[in-house]
């Protein structure tokens, strides 16, 4: 079983800057950062695996950066000239390279930025 600890939400200004980390128990193919704002869908925000492969979302390109530490199994999203559109709960996911979607998830970290 694989858990995920997110850390490094909080309440920041519009334009300002959050990193978020994902501390990993053990290390996964892929890892990735989803979202659920308020009255939205979740979504996958960023992805990167073991590989250094990333995805992003069309709307947080240019401006969130995610990256990972495979020696530490970590995973980090830093986000800057935040909106807030991006406002939501994010949460940290991983999977195996035999999973179908992403299997293991953690408990979240809120984001919330406000005008």
């Known amino acids: 079983q694989v858990q995920l600890v997110e850390s490094g939400g909080g309440l920041v200004q519009a334009g300002g800057s959050l990193r978020l980390s994902c501390a990993a128990s053990?290390?996964?193919?892929?890892m990735g950062w989803h979202r659920q704002g308020p009255g939205k869908e979740r979504e996958l925000v960023a992805g990167?695996?073991?590989?250094?492969?990333?995805y992003y979302v069309n709307s947080v390109k240019g401006r969130f950066t995610v990256s990972r530490d495979n020696a530490k199994n970590t995973l980090y999203l830093q986000m800057n000239s935040l909106k807030p559109d991006d406002t939501a709960m994010y949460y940290c996911?991983?999977?195996?390279?035999?999973?179908?979607?992403?299997?293991?998830w953690g408990q979240g970290t809120q984001v919330t930025v406000f005008s």
């Open positions: 053990v290390s996964v193919f892929e």
């Open positions: 990167v695996n073991t590989g250094g492969s990333t």
């Open positions: 996911a991983g999977r195996h390279t035999a999973d179908i979607g992403y299997k293991y």
